[in-house]
């Protein structure tokens, strides 16, 4: 069973999710996603003529012959690495389907027959301790135990706090004032106590403080029982996020910004975070993130995969995440996507329930593409699933 062609489909949600399916001359097909960025369609378009030809089942040597084949588009990272990832989930959805099993049996079989998911809460309505309470309350009453919340945001004491949109572009490097730290404790205060001790917090920094800051802020954390506080400091140096973590009692969590399992190597022995979050459709695929649980596996770290994906790629990932020990929890992104689960044909819906994913036993991984939803949300009509 050979690959024929490659084609993408480019739907305009929350992101911009990047589907991809994979055709054989057998007539079956597998379905993946890749994360969303500039270059990325056309690089998978790129990586086609080079695997057209080769039997499905060799996922590991068709992901090296794109490597080697793509490594003149520039470094082996970003949206080289990207592309690839989305090929690489629909070969797997392929092989799964060619020998009529769920993919979670080509990692080893299910640890676990449901997938813990917490949903990214972004902010309040407004950037207020009271709004955040009031949206923390809401999800825990939609049924979520876990919860994220970003607190790189603006206070009545930050520097252009009257220009939310230049506010964001602040560089790290500023200086937190203690009113301001104040400020986002009282938010971090006030989700708790809209939640109580039974939903778990996680914060998110966005990569916006200085190692002094950083230590500052999550050492004011510390009472809050926090599941994690993710990338408080810019992620290209591990040992400014190795002294932050040595000096706060706050789990650190990072790693969605990282490619292959290369790039979370130092990160992982030296132990510079608490929890690794790769970003499966954009990392490598589910190889390639196989590899990044185990090399946490082995300093007993816990893995939360980071996620904004359509469920293609959400439900691919949660296949592996069901057969790896040291698995958290995975992300979904698109609370406010009402038409999010539409997009695909699965005997198991909701596909999100109570905050945890129940896993379809069909073959692969067990979705289909629900093609009256995604024309209506298109980016470009005339190119879905075309090279």
Known sequence: ?????????????????????????????????????????????????????????????????????LSGEGSIGGATVTAISGIELALWDCVGKFLETPLYNLFGGKMRDKIRVYVDCHAGDDFTPE??????????????????????????????????KEFWYLPYNRSLSNREIDYLVDIVAAVREGVGRDVDIAIDCHWKYSVKDAIRLLSALEDFDLLWVEDPVPPEN???????????????????????????????????????????????????????????DVYYMPVAPHNVSSPVGTIAAAHLCAAMPNFLTIEFHAHEVEWWEDMVISDFKPLIRDGYINLPERPGIGLEINEVVVKEHLVEEKNFFKN
């Not at 939609?142 to 706090?161: N, R």
């Not at 969590?253 to 499966?280: F, H, M, W």
């Open 1 to 69: 069973m050979r690959i024929v062609d490659v084609g993408t489909a480019v739907v305009r949600g929350n992101f911009d999710w990047v589907l991809v399916k994979v055709y054989t001359d057998s007539g079956l097909f597998g379905i993946g996603e890749a994360y969303w960025g500039a270059g990325v369609v056309s690089l998978i378009h790129r990586a086609r003529d080079i695997i057209v030809g080769e039997e499905v089942t060799n996922i590991n040597k068709c992901v090296e012959r794109m490597i080697r084949g």
């Open 238 to 296: 591990v040992e400014a996020l190795l002294e932050v973590q040595r000096n706060v009692r706050v789990p650190i969590a990072t790693g969605e910004n990282l490619y292959r399992k290369y790039g979370y190597r130092t990160l992982i022995e030296k132990q510079a975070c608490r929890i690794v979050s790769p970003d499966i459709p954009k990392m490598g695929g589910l190889s390639e993130a196989r590899k990044v649980f185990d090399m946490a």
């Open 131 to 164: 709004s955040y309470k009031r949206k923390a309350q809401e999800r825990k009453n939609e049924g979520w135990d876990a919860i994220k919340f970003d607190i790189d945001v603006p206070t009545p004491y930050s520097e252009l706090k009257e220009n939310e």
